[in-house]
């Protein structure tokens, strides 16, 4: 039996990737306006805390799931997010920061080898998804 190996990223390492994948899948697609994709994204990311990386990333971690938290506006009780504000220099550097914190999570994966190999990729293409009908 391989011997597991933990990097700091706690007992689900997988789900924090598949958590990291969600959020940049929704903004590589390019479905909609960037402020909607970025508040899909954002929310992908919700159940995670910076706690949940390894030490040397927390810093990262924890501008990258801020940024939810920074476009929030509270008003007549309900929050809206404000994503349409943000520069363009935030949303790269969001999306930069996003990726860093992607590809640790992959190489560290990669690292604790072959505790996660049913990871690996299977070589089959991906299924376009189904478009649903609108209207009767």
Not at 30 to 46: Q, S
Not at 47 to 60: A, C, H, I, T
Not at 91 to 114: E, M, T
Request: proline share 5%; charged share 25%; glycine share 12%.
């Amino acid at each position: 039996m391989p011997k597991r190996v933990n990097l700091g990223w706690g007992g689900n390492h997988v789900g924090k990737l598949h958590t990291l994948q969600t959020a940049v899948r929704i903004l590589a697609e390019g479905r909609g306006k960037t402020a909607g994709r970025l508040e899909k994204a954002t929310f992908a990311l919700v159940g995670l805390r910076p706690e949940d990386f390894p030490p040397k990333l927390r810093k990262l971690a924890k501008k990258v799931l801020a940024l939810r938290g920074n476009a929030a506006a509270h008003i007549y009780g309900y929050t809206q997010f404000r994503f349409y504000e943000m520069t363009v220099g935030e949303r790269v550097r969001f999306v930069a920061d996003l990726l860093d914190l992607h590809n640790a999570c992959l190489i560290d994966i990669g690292r604790s080898w072959p505790q996660w190999s049913f990871m690996y990729p299977s070589g089959e293409a991906a299924k376009p998804r189904r478009r649903r009908r609108r209207g009767g």
